[in-house]
Structure formats: structure tokens, C-alpha cells
């Protein structure tokens, strides 16, 4: 004979079995741990390069220590870790937390350095860590924001450690983007485009000048005036350039076709 147990009973035993379960509580080993142990704990999985466990501790001390010099650096260790795993946007948000949370801590010099690296580094594959990266080529939103990062840090910090690096980098930065200019500039030339190549000379040559790519942007208006028959407009630049760069190959013999 087979026995038919009722739905209404079946349903009924699980719930008690989901009761039972329900009342023991997992095990927590940092449960009964101090400010210090968590931020000691945490930092040695930073050490070890274990970042996720490391954010994990770093976030149980914010939860259960809101206050605390052991909170703050926390927050700023976060964005640390963060940034170590290409996490970019999770760590600028975290540094921008802390900027916000802090003002006058005495290490929020870091939090703006951190933002500048992150924006440096964005859009970098694991193949770009081993070869440089034709950084003109990025996307000009994270450059012009480490820029501006960077920026912000030697204005309001100028006794930073951190504005001799930022400073080199910001002198890179300028570089880069000027290359971007010019590339975009014979971009425009190349298909026929004559007008816009003209206009992103000039810009080149009003927002970043002193770079390598000044002469060169020069010798792109030449060309381009030419192309367009303003003959007195090019041989006015290329005035300009031999002024500034007698030695270009722009004003070279074969290059100077104003008067074709």
C-alpha cells in the first residue's frame, strides 16, 4: 500500500527545516575584531597584492568604524586597490568619496594623485604594460582629465610629494594631446578637408604651444593654404616657422610649392 503524504504537510516540513536553518548564523572570524586588527588585516592583503579580499576588509572596518584615522586611510587604501585591478572607475569614486568626506585631511593630496593615474591609465591592456601606448590615440576625455587632476594637485598642494611626478606627467600629457591635434589635422588634409585642417592647427598652436608638434602644426597650414590658394596666408606661416624652426623640412627646397 502507498502512503500519500498531504501537500499541505510537505509544505509545512519545509518550512520548519528553513525555520531551523534560518537561525544559525554563519561564522564570523572578524566579528570580535578591533579598528586596528581589520585595517592591519586588510593591509596585509594589499601587501599581498590579494586586492579583493584586501577592499572586502577595508570596507567591513568603514561599516562597522565609520570614524577613525583607520576609516580614513581605508577609504584612500580602497581607491588603492581599486586602481591596482583596472578598476578605474570604482577607484576615482572612491577618491572623489574621499575628497569630499575629508577636505583637510592631510593625505588628500594622494586622492587627487590617484584620480590623475587612473585617468592616465585608462583604456591600457595588458599588452600596453609591457610596450608603450601611442597615448595620442586614446580617447582625449582621460587625458584632458588627468590634465586637470594633476593640475589640481600642484595648484593646492605645491609641497606634495606627489607635484614632481604629476608635473612630468602633465608635461606628457601636453605632448600627447598636441600629437592628437596634428593627427587629426592631417586627418582633415588628407581628405581634402582644408579649412578644418587649418582650424586644428591652430588650435594646436593656441592651446599647446612649445611642444614638438608646434612646427609641424605650421607646416600643416602652410600646406593647406596652399591647397586652398591663399598663397600669402602660407608664405606668412611659413615665415613664422623659419623664424622659429629654420631647419624644418617644410622649408626645404622640394617642400616649397607656394608658388605652383
Same mark, same amino acid.
Given at each position: ?100 568626506? %575629508?577636505?583637510? %585631511? ?17 583604456? #591600457? ?14 580617447? #582625449? ?65 593656441? %592651446? ?43 622649408? #626645404? ?8
Amino acid at each position: 500500500m502507498r502512503f500519500r503524504i498531504p501537500v499541505l504537510a510537505i509544505a509545512g516540513l519545509a518550512f520548519l527545516v528553513g525555520c531551523a536553518t534560518d537561525g544559525v548564523e554563519e561564522y564570523d572570524p572578524t566579528r570580535d575584531w578591533s579598528a586596528e586588527k581589520l585595517y592591519r588585516e586588510a593591509k596585509r592583503k594589499l601587501e599581498r597584492r590579494e586586492y579583493l579580499s584586501a577592499v572586502e576588509y577595508f570596507e567591513t572596518l568603514e561599516s562597522r568604524y565609520p570614524f577613525g584615522e583607520y576609516t580614513q586611510q581605508a577609504q584612500l587604501d580602497i581607491a588603492y586597490a581599486y586602481m591596482q585591478q583596472d578598476e578605474f572607475e570604482n577607484a576615482i569614486s572612491a577618491a572623489d568619496q574621499f575628497i569630499k568626506l %575629508h577636505p583637510r %585631511h592631510k593625505a588628500v593630496d594622494y586622492a587627487y594623485y590617484i584620480k590623475g593615474l587612473c585617468n592616465f591609465s585608462r583604456g #591600457q591592456s595588458t599588452m600596453e604594460r609591457l610596450f608603450p601606448r601611442d597615448m595620442s590615440r586614446v580617447d #582625449q576625455s582621460w587625458l584632458k582629465s588627468a590634465f586637470a587632476d594633476f593640475d589640481t594637485l600642484i595648484r593646492r598642494y605645491p609641497n606634495s610629494t606627489y607635484v614632481a611626478d604629476a608635473k612630468q606627467r602633465m608635461v606628457y600629457l601636453r605632448d600627447q594631446m598636441a600629437h592628437h591635434e596634428l593627427l587629426t589635422g592631417e586627418f582633415y588634409y588628407g581628405r581634402g578637408a582644408m579649412v578644418a585642417a587649418v582650424n586644428r592647427a591652430k588650435y594646436l598652436i593656441e %592651446h599647446y604651444d612649445r611642444t614638438p608638434y608646434t612646427a609641424d602644426a605650421l607646416a600643416l597650414m602652410a600646406k593647406a593654404y596652399t591647397a586652398m590658394g591663399k598663397s600669402q596666408l602660407a608664405q606668412e606661416t611659413l615665415d613664422i616657422l623659419a623664424l622659429n624652426n629654420p631647419d624644418h623640412d617644410a622649408l #626645404q627646397p622640394a617642400a616649397l610649392s607656394i608658388d605652383e
